[in-house]
């Protein structure tokens, strides 16, 4: 009996000694919320001074993913503060076991930290929620122009803190879907479009503040305007009454200047009416028509596998509304308007 103890003592302490990384939980959630990115900390410590850097591999884990797998690092003495960032799945979430080994030119052991269940909730938000659970969230540009008959389309750029913004959506909406996203767990940014019925003059929904812990709600007006869907870079919504004015005083100051020649005789002033007369021209200029092949996929936005709302059946010749890198705006025969990629114009 005493052998096998003094074995046990010596197998104990030959593991102590091959251990020369210690794991510990540094700062664990009390509770997360299900959809919330939230963040985990662990504490290390090395008892090897010279290695490269420290790998972590993670198992076991259930409910969640992981958004990082090079750890944000803070170091604080002997110690590295290492802080991972993961999403909460489900109403069950299960921490994985988290691995840690030594990069360097000598081979270690290994140390497990052991995986731990949290605290886990999910949210009861009403009908107009976004799906959003963020730190904070803003709409930073958006616009509103025609899509048919019954409907507008509303398209706008959001950015959100430790968010997942992928998973905006709302209810009750005619279409919707995302155009472009910049994801991270710490800042993300996404370009979205929602088809509304014409009735609806402000477009209200909520998400969930993770800083003040209760649901905040935004707006976006419905101000339509006579162009229809635009680019990314044009989504703010602009007074189209301020481009008439510019061509009514250009007008006028051409009508100025030819009376001014004509009355005085110094055709000096003809010289300065070249440019209003420029301007005129080339606001009332008619419109460039463009060839474009049958199966012609029209997109609503120029962004790369961006949502396609019709295709020609035929080839078909448009009216050119504007162009952008890869990308030709026109206005199909219904009014509505979309971009084609310039490879689906004819070549002959």
Request: with cysteine.
């Amino acid at each position: 009996m005493i052998k096998l103890l003094l074995l046990f003592v010596l197998f104990c302490s030959s593991l102590l000694a091959n251990k020369v990384i210690y794991l510990s939980y540094e700062e664990l959630p009390s509770r997360v919320i299900k959809g919330e990115i939230f963040p985990l900390t662990i504490k290390s410590l090395s008892t090897v001074k010279e290695f490269d850097d420290i790998n972590y591999s993670f198992t076991n884990g259930s409910g969640t993913t992981l958004f990082n797998e090079k750890p944000l690092r803070e170091q604080r003495g002997k110690f590295f503060y290492e802080t991972f960032y993961f999403l909460a799945q489900s109403n069950s979430v299960r921490l994985p076991d988290i691995e840690a080994a030594l990069l360097s030119s000598q081979e270690y052991n290994t140390t497990i930290l052991p995986g731990k269940s949290l605290n886990t909730i999910s949210l009861n938000p009403k009908k107009n929620f976004s799906n959003i659970i963020a730190d904070d969230f803003e709409i930073v540009q958006y616009k509103t122009t025609s899509y048919d008959q019954e409907h507008n389309i509303v398209i706008f750029i959001a950015s959100a803190l430790r968010s997942d913004i992928k998973a905006l959506h709302f209810e009750n909406v005619y279409k919707q879907g995302i155009e472009s996203l910049e994801e991270s767990f710490d800042e993300s940014r996404i370009t979205y479009f929602v088809i509304l019925e014409k009735r609806i003059e402000n477009f209200s929904f909520s998400y969930f503040n993770l800083q003040t812990n209760k649901f905040a709600t935004l707006n976006i007006p419905i101000i339509v305007e006579e162009d229809r869907v635009t680019t990314q870079s044009d989504l703010k919504p602009k007074d189209q009454s301020k481009e008439r004015l510019k061509l009514t005083i250009a007008s006028a100051l051409a009508v100025v200047l030819l009376l001014f020649a004509l009355i005085r005789k110094k055709y000096i002033y003809l010289i300065f009416l070249i440019f209003p007369a420029l301007y005129i021209a080339y606001n009332l200029a008619p419109e460039e028509v463009v060839c474009i092949k049958e199966g012609t996929k029209i997109q609503i936005l120029p962004v790369e596998n961006g949502t396609v709302f019709e295709t020609t059946t035929e080839v078909s010749h448009l009216f050119k509304e504007g162009s952008s890198t890869n990308f030709t705006k026109v206005k199909l025969k219904n009014d509505r308007i979309g971009w084609i990629r310039n490879e689906d114009i004819c070549t002959y």
